[in-house]
């Protein structure tokens, strides 16, 4: 047994201060947490994950007070984002205190700090600060092995892990993660620069900019096809997030996305495969395929779902999964986002 599941906080807490791992929900996916001060642990996360070691991960605190012994330089605009935002699915990407491990920020000269909401997750984190100081980190990339769909259940952390056999982990059970895809990442380690999103997320650039005093046009997206694209020769570019890699989040069962007009045409070419087929509101279109589902047109709810759907359907077996894609604004980029990962795999 290499998976423990339970819901004691107070032992989740001891363990991670005795170098153990801990998987416990946040509200954005499961995170698989170790102690940021406590390099053996760090590194047994990277091993369990499949992490190569040149993608950073984020540490996890408890409350805004504790950023401070993780990063060396806190402006303004990220106090302004901590007070709006924390605790919450909003990441912060700072110049780095010289006690963060090289490991953590894979050798970078900043780091990623989030305070995330979710109540076991709050508990979990204030514990382990009551046991061991008030400003304790968690490091804690998604409960996945890498490149693999985030989990959003306790069950998807436990078919996870649960086949390997080289570590333990407790596995905090709690409510499913709510927002249901990786926090917003944003780059604010450049003083002078304007702030840049690195991964799109849950929280959108015109909330972002509302709180920091400026136009929504002027917090943009960092990423591009070109990064995706360059991204894709691991040995010479040293990804500043690990999304940026054009095959990730991927289900094992071949993923297409589609537009509505296309459908006919495509269902037609797939006569005899076993095709499950996802709309972004209603398809009607049951009786030609094998499976027809659908998720809300609304972005935030569709997020929420959106990796539970990809793990049912991926166990079941189809020959194909199509995802009808939704629009292309603003609202739908962190889910479009995760969708052209997860087909691009193919
Ligand atoms: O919602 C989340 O953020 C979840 C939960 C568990 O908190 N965590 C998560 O961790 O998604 P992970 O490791 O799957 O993704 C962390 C992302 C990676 O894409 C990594 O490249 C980026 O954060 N990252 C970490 N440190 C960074 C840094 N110093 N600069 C830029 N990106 C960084
Ligand atoms: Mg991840």
């Excluded at 047109?297 to 539970?308: F, H, M, S």
């Amino acid at each position: 047994m290499t998976v423990i599941r339970g819901h004691d906080v107070g032992e989740a807490a001891r363990r991670l201060k005795a170098g153990q791992l801990v998987a416990f929900p946040t509200e954005t996916v499961y995170g698989l947490g170790a102690n940021a001060l406590d390099e053996m642990a760090i590194q047994a996360v990277f091993e369990v994950k499949g992490r190569p070691s040149n993608h950073p991960v984020i540490v996890h605190v408890a409350d805004a007070r504790a950023v401070a012994a993780w990063a060396r330089a806190v402006s303004t605009a990220a106090k302004k984002l901590m007070h709006a935002f924390w605790p919450g699915p909003l990441t912060l990407v700072l110049p780095k205190h010289p006690q963060v491990s090289p490991s953590i920020t894979a050798g970078q000269d900043t780091v990623a700090i989030r305070c995330p909401a979710h109540p076991k997750a709050q508990q979990l984190l204030q514990a382990f600060a009551h046991i061991t100081n008030k400003n304790a980190g968690v490091i804690a990339p998604s409960a996945n092995r890498f490149g693999q769909v985030s989990p959003t259940t306790s069950d998807h952390v436990y078919a996870e892990f649960s086949k390997q056999k080289t570590h333990e982990i407790y596995l905090l059970e709690g409510a499913s993660a709510q927002v249901g895809i990786e926090s917003t990442i944003l780059d604010l380690s450049q003083p002078k620069a304007m702030p840049r999103i690195l991964r799109p997320g849950h929280i959108q650039p015109k909330e972002i900019a509302k709180v920091l005093g400026l136009k929504e046009d002027e917090v943009r997206f960092a990423f591009s096809e070109q990064r995706v694209a360059q991204a894709q020769d691991k040995t010479q570019f040293i990804p500043r997030v690990s999304g940026s890699l054009k095959a990730h989040y991927a289900p094992s069962t071949p993923l297409k996305l589609f537009r509505r007009a296309q459908l006919n045409k495509m269902l037609d070419q797939a006569k005899g495969q076993r095709i499950a087929v996802v709309g972004c509101g209603p398809l009607n279109i049951e009786n030609q395929v094998q499976r027809c589902e659908w998720l809300p047109a609304e972005p935030k709810t569709y997020a929420t779902r959106l990796y539970e759907t990809l793990r049912r359907l991926d166990e079941i077996g189809f020959d194909a999964l199509w995802f009808e894609q939704p629009a292309q604004t603003n609202a739908w980029t962190a889910v479009n986002d995760r969708l052209l990962r997860a087909a691009a795999a193919f």
